[in-house]
């Protein structure tokens, strides 16, 4: 084979290695698309708790704070995961938001549950609290042979303690992303990306 063949060959294995790779990458993917509705409670004109149900005492703007929410001690808000999102085996599920002390609180508990019950709790943390807006992060993998497979997933933001304590938490961008196990599609991806790969390896050696 004349060295302009041999290139011309190495060219189009570059190209298709690139476009397996693209595809595997494409198909592995997260999903954050829709999972939370109004995540930085405001509606475009005010501050807002549109898509969010609260349990207790809660307010929107609350101590000098625009478009954010205030939960009072014995209080929370939650919020079923949208885009028909249900668990598989496998799946990583993240949660952000920013958190704050807003009124004598040291901390926030953040809770995933499942079926749109609160009572079925899949996983808690609780993070520790200051005077300004910090970024918080709760993970959770599901297991296979677990009964909340093919339930919704929510995530609950609470305030510890009792309504007479008169504590107050501050949250705001709350956002939600899945980053799911590759099927065995993409499974097959990669591997014919690894063995295109190594054969293009062998052929610039040669």
Not at 18 to 33: C, E, H, P, Q, R
Not at 67 to 85: K, L, N
Not at 99 to 126: E, H, I, P, Y
């Amino acid at each position: 084979m004349d060295v302009i063949h041999l290139r011309i060959i190495l060219m189009l294995m570059n190209k298709s290695l690139i476009t397996l790779l693209g595809l595997a990458l494409l198909s592995a993917g997260t999903v954050n698309a829709a999972l939370i509705t109004n995540p930085a409670f405001y509606n475009g004109v005010s501050g807002s708790l549109n898509g969010w149900t609260v349990n207790g005492t809660v307010n929107l703007d609350w101590n000098g704070v625009t478009d954010s929410a205030g939960i009072r001690s014995g209080s929370s808000i939650s919020q079923v995961f949208g885009d028909a999102y249900t668990v598989n085996a496998g799946d990583t599920i993240s949660v952000t938001f920013d958190k704050r002390n807003a009124w004598n609180a040291s901390f926030v508990d953040a809770t995933f549950f499942s079926d749109g019950n609160l009572t079925n709790v899949l996983f808690t943390q609780s993070f520790a609290l200051t005077g300004g807006f910090e970024t918080a992060t709760i993970t959770f993998t599901a297991l296979d042979g677990q009964s909340y497979l093919g339930k919704s997933v929510g995530i609950a933001l609470a305030s510890p303690g009792v309504f007479a304590d008169d504590k107050w938490i501050g949250v705001d961008n709350v956002n939600a992303s899945v980053t799911p196990v590759p099927e065995a599609s993409t499974l097959a991806l990669m591997a014919s990306a690894a063995a295109l790969g190594f054969a293009l390896l062998r052929r610039k050696r040669q």
